[in-house]
């Protein structure tokens, strides 16, 4: 008798979670909504966010000179998808990190003739094309597309303070007399910059240089990037 009341107890309420559950199901099919539990919409929408970068704008235009007194502009890369930062070479801080990133970075990539570096000196009193050259061997640098570029320094802080909006500026208090982002900016071939989006949806503008991740979102949107 009691098993019987037990069966009956179960039936009722498989018949409850019937009528609760169905129409909900109906409902998901017929909206094409039966695969979208939460943790297939985190999948689906990290990689389709991945595929497509935003577009923030046109890169400033700049023209400077390289390690070999070369005039460099944005005419130099048309047609690359390069990274470019804002560094010097005497900096004790946060610039070796910096190196190693690009220096990652350039491995990842050399030997691709659509790709560049640009990395241009806060301190070009100092870093002369030749202290750039002499900087450039000191480092390693393989590739032909990356230039270490020098020139005024009003009309550089201007760029990357102005043009970009990444902080650079003299500081006698800073190790090293001056202060600057570790950002990277990401340009297309055709001149735009362009990032992937934070985890709200947000466009994150710039690449952390000092971070892990950041390196290794950079070279994922690279590759992207090259492909178009």
């Known amino acids: 008798m009691l098993k019987n009341k037990s069966y009956i107890g179960i039936s009722f309420i498989i018949l409850v979670f019937g009528i609760y559950a169905i129409p909900k199901i109906i409902d998901r099919i017929q909206h094409n909504e039966i695969v979208?539990?939460?943790?297939?919409?985190?999948?689906?929408?990290?990689?389709?966010?991945?595929e497509k970068l935003t577009k923030i704008g046109p890169a400033p235009k700049f023209e400077l000179v390289n390690q070999d007194n070369i005039k460099i502009n944005n005419e130099t890369y048309k047609g690359k998808v390069y990274v470019l930062e804002?560094?010097?070479?005497?900096?004790?801080?946060?610039?070796p990190k910096m190196n190693q990133s690009m220096l990652q970075i350039e491995?990842?990539?050399?030997?691709?003739?659509?790709?560049?570096?640009?990395?241009?000196?806060?301190?070009?009193?100092?870093?002369?094309?030749?202290?750039?050259?002499?900087?450039?061997?000191?480092?390693g640098i393989k590739s032909s597309n990356w230039n270490l570029l020098t020139g005024d320094r009003t009309y550089i802080l201007d760029l990357s303070n102005k043009g970009f909006n990444l902080y650079a500026g003299e500081n006698n208090k800073a190790?090293?007399?001056?202060?600057?982002?570790?950002?990277?900016?990401?340009?297309?071939?055709?001149?735009?910059?362009?990032?992937?989006?934070?985890?709200?949806?947000?466009?994150?503008?710039?690449?952390?240089?000092?971070?892990?991740?950041?390196?290794?979102?950079?070279?994922?949107?690279?590759?992207?990037?090259?492909?178009?």
Request: charged share 25%; with cysteine; net charge negative.
């Open 86 to 95: 804002f560094f010097f070479t005497t900096c004790p801080t946060i610039c």
């Open 36 to 50: 979208k539990g939460d943790r297939l919409d985190k999948v689906s929408n990290s990689s389709s966010e991945g």
């Open 175 to 228: 190790k090293g007399g001056f202060e600057h982002s570790g950002l990277f900016a990401l340009i297309d071939k055709n001149g735009n910059i362009r990032c992937r989006k934070d985890n709200y949806g947000n466009p994150i503008l710039y690449y952390d240089g000092l971070d892990k991740k950041g390196v290794r979102d950079i070279q994922q949107d690279i590759a992207i990037l090259l492909k178009e």
């Open 107 to 139: 491995n990842t990539f050399f030997g691709n003739p659509n790709f560049g570096i640009v990395s241009i000196s806060i301190d070009p009193e100092h870093d002369t094309p030749e202290v750039l050259k002499a900087h450039r061997e000191l480092l």
